[in-house]
């Protein structure tokens, strides 16, 4: 390989996000958050023409629920790929999504003091 050769190497993918989402525009965040969860229908036909992106998408959610960014992880996409991929694979019913469990509350200190307290003028 001579030194022009060289300038001229290809580094990084070949195939355009454009192309791997059909010219698909990005939906917005609050439509496929980072936390959002995804998981396939159970009617998610097999036997139909997918993009190998899409068909990897499938693949990984047939396990369970997967959140969008452990899915980007997976298929080294980026992030609004990834949406723009669910989007599409949510309009044609093969995925679920569903917001993640919120955190649970902080419990209220004095009154966890107070049944403690409690507890121990009970067995104590």
């Given at each position: 390989?001579?030194?022009e050769?060289a300038?001229?190497e290809?580094?990084g993918?070949l195939?355009?996000p454009y192309?791997?989402?059909?010219?698909?525009?990005?939906?917005s965040?609050?439509?496929f958050s980072?936390?959002?969860?995804?998981?396939v229908?159970?009617e998610a036909?097999?036997s139909?023409?997918?993009?190998?992106?899409?068909?990897?998408?499938?693949?990984?959610?047939s396990?369970?629920?997967?959140?969008v960014?452990?899915?980007?992880g997976h298929?080294?996409?980026?992030?609004?790929?990834?949406?723009?991929?669910?989007?599409?694979?949510?309009?044609?019913?093969?995925?679920?999504?569903?917001a993640?469990?919120?955190?649970?509350?902080?419990a209220?200190?004095q009154?966890?003091?107070?049944?403690?307290?409690?507890?121990?003028?009970?067995?104590?």
């Open positions: 390989m001579t030194t050769d300038d001229f290809l580094r993918e195939v355009r192309v791997i989402t059909n010219g698909r525009e990005l939906p965040e609050r439509e980072v936390t959002t969860l995804v998981t229908t159970d036909p097999n139909r023409v997918l993009s190998p992106e899409s068909r990897s998408i499938l693949d990984l959610c396990g369970g629920y997967l959140s960014v452990e899915i980007a298929t080294g996409l980026p992030l609004g790929i990834v949406r723009a991929l669910l989007a599409e694979l949510a309009e044609n019913k093969l995925i679920w999504t569903r993640p469990v919120p955190s649970a509350e902080s209220d200190k009154l966890l003091k107070e049944v403690l307290h409690g507890l121990r003028r009970r067995f104590a």
